[in-house]
């Protein structure tokens, strides 16, 4: 199992707030094998609501589809675990927030769920800006709750890249 304690979420989450407080900047997030713990995290801290929008928790494929606007046709074609559906899911609730940036999830997080093609621990992360949508995928090992901590830490951990590559001057 994956040393939870080695995440540094609160300094993360520190540079996170200090370069969208700086910058005036916002962030809205798109969830779903996450279940909401990013938006959590986003929101911890005092004076988070003056850059983190919110968040949509897209658990179903229902959801996915009526709130966020990601084609079914995607989801068929791709499945919800996808970059396809990840980069969608990103884009829309940008759009949807009128956020600067955001972020998107989607994965496996055990312990059932996976398939030969996509096992526990596959997740999709997705960012998106004006400028276009990234994303990457990933293999965590270990049970539910480090599937969940180790896609909360690496999908704001390419926040602050992608920030820190597209920060406006001040």
Sequence with gaps: MFPLEDLNFEKRLDELQKLCQDRA???????????GLI??????????SGHYLGSIVAYANAVKTKVLKVPS???????AVSQE????????????????????VTGIAGPSGGTPDKPVG???????????????KFHFPGDRETVRALTAWHSLDGLWSLLQVHLPTP
């Design 25 to 35: 900047l916002t962030i809205a997030t798109a969830e779903s094998c996450t279940g």
């Design 39 to 48: 938006g959590a995290l986003l929101s911890h801290q005092s004076g988070s």
């Design 122 to 136: 596959t997740v999709w992360c997705a960012w998106a800006n004006a400028e276009g949508v990234q994303s990457q």
């Design 73 to 79: 046709e995607l989801i068929d074609k791709h499945g």
């Design 85 to 104: 559906v990840a980069e969608s899911m990103a884009m829309q609730v940008r759009h949807l927030m009128g956020s600067d940036f955001s972020l998107a």
